[in-house]
C-alpha cells in the first residue's frame, strides 16, 4: 500500500487549507488513520486521528476546534480540513495507516506513512 499527501502550500494566519491522503494498493477502511507533523528541529507530533468508520476523531489540543479529520472509504482517501492556521502550524504534514483499529497518538501504532506535504502558515 502506498500513501499520497497532497494539498499543502502557502497561506496565510487565519488563512485554510485542505490536505488529502489517498491510498493505493489496499482498501484501507479496516483500518484507523492519521495525521502527524514535523516542524524544522522538533520531533513529529499527532495532530489528528481517526477510526476505520469515521465515527472516532482524536486531536491534539494545539488544533483542537480548529482542524477536522475526516475520511471517504469509497474514495480510499483521508482529509483533513486546517482553519484559523497560525504560523506555528508551519511543518511537513504525514499522513499515516495503522496496523489496525488504533487511531490514537502513538506513532509505534502506525506503519505505513505517506511522503509528507509542506504548509507554511505567513505572519
Known amino acids: 500500500v502506498q500513501l499520497q499527501a497532497s494539498g499543502g502550500g502557502l497561506v496565510q494566519a487565519g488563512g485554510s487549507l485542505r490536505l488529502s491522503c489517498a491510498a493505493s494498493?489496499?482498501?484501507?477502511?479496516?483500518?484507523?488513520m492519521g495525521w502527524f507533523r514535523q516542524a524544522p528541529g522538533k520531533e513529529r507530533e499527532f495532530i489528528a486521528g481517526?477510526?476505520?468508520?469515521?465515527?472516532?476523531?482524536n486531536y491534539a489540543d494545539s488544533v483542537k476546534g480548529r482542524f477536522i479529520i475526516s475520511r471517504d472509504n469509497a474514495k480510499n482517501t483521508m482529509y483533513l480540513q486546517m482553519n484559523r492556521l497560525k504560523p506555528e502550524d508551519s511543518a511537513v504534514y504525514y499522513c499515516?495507516?495503522?496496523?489496525?483499529?488504533?487511531?490514537?497518538?502513538?506513532?509505534?501504532?502506525?506503519?505505513?506513512w505517506g511522503q509528507g506535504t509542506q504548509v507554511t502558515v505567513s505572519s
Open positions: 481517526i477510526s476505520w468508520s469515521g465515527g472516532t476523531t
Open positions: 494498493g489496499r482498501a484501507l477502511s479496516n483500518y484507523g
Open positions: 499515516a495507516a495503522a496496523k489496525a483499529y488504533y487511531s490514537g497518538s502513538d506513532s509505534s501504532e502506525y506503519n505505513v
